[in-house]
């Protein structure tokens, strides 16, 4: 079976449930993964995507963007939008050396 994208919403890969449900899977045609967790910042699933040469978002991106548009809409502070996302790579930066 061929899929375009792959996500993982399980807590395999977390650093307290570690491991790769899809280790086994050949990523070869499949053109994204998207791995919902962030602890550690590139999970196996990840590192293996990489390796595959598969387009790869990691949980640290939903959870810089749900923070910020959380904080957004809950502080009532929209006019930070756009300075937010002017930094964005340095946030990710901060969270990747963090996270890994």
């Known amino acids: 079976m061929i899929f375009d994208g792959i996500l993982n919403c399980t807590q395999v890969g977390h650093e307290h ?45 939903l959870f810089i963007f749900q923070g910020i548009e959380g904080f957004i809409l809950f502080s009532n502070q929209e006019s930070l939008r756009e300075n937010l996302y002017k930094n964005i790579e340095k946030i990710r930066e901060f969270y990747f050396k963090k996270l890994i």
């Open 17 to 61: 449930s570690p491991g790769n449900i899809l280790k086994n899977y050949n990523l070869k045609n499949v053109k994204w993964i998207f791995d919902a967790i962030y602890v550690p910042a590139e999970t196996e699933f990840i590192k293996q995507a990489k390796i595959a040469g598969v387009k790869t978002i990691s949980g640290i991106d």
